[in-house]
């Protein structure tokens, strides 16, 4: 799923939940501008943005990356092989990580779990609040 595909995901899920962009921003916690660039496909979000539009829209993160949505409500197991994995757009993250999807395709989960993996910076840490599975 590449950025594009994520940010009209975005705008299409926020239009039919008739929010206005600053409605969204606001509960999201984020800028209007910030979301607009977004949804203009100008800003990658990062895991941690894109999961609180997902809350706010009241979406798993997987929505915004998966290929076929009404397949995805009929999914009651999810099966994804290596070479199925959805990378998790994170262009421009400050911490350097690649995130893999392992689930993308399993609705209504309480955990999302990703395979991690460094690519720029192997230093860097960071803290987030939520479940991890490791």
């Known amino acids: 799923m590449d950025e594009k595909s994520i940010a009209k995901r975005i705008k299409a899920l926020r239009l039919e939940r008739q929010m206005s962009l600053d409605e969204l921003a606001k509960l999201a ?3 209007k501008g910030y979301l607009s660039k977004i949804e203009r496909s100008h800003k990658a979000p990062p895991l941690s943005t894109l999961n609180k539009i997902a809350m706010t829209l009241n979406v798993d993160v997987t929505y915004f990356l998966k290929e076929n949505t009404e397949e995805m409500r009929n999914t009651h197991l999810a099966i994804v092989r290596k070479g199925e994995r959805r990378k998790v757009v994170t262009k421009g993250s400050l911490y350097g990580y690649e995130y893999e999807a392992l689930a993308y395709n399993k609705p209504g989960k309480n955990m999302e779990p990703f395979i991690i993996s460094p690519s ?6 960071f803290q987030h609040d939520g479940e991890e599975l490791m």
């Open 29 to 31: 916690g984020l800028t």
């Open 120 to 125: 720029l910076n192997k230093e860097a840490t």
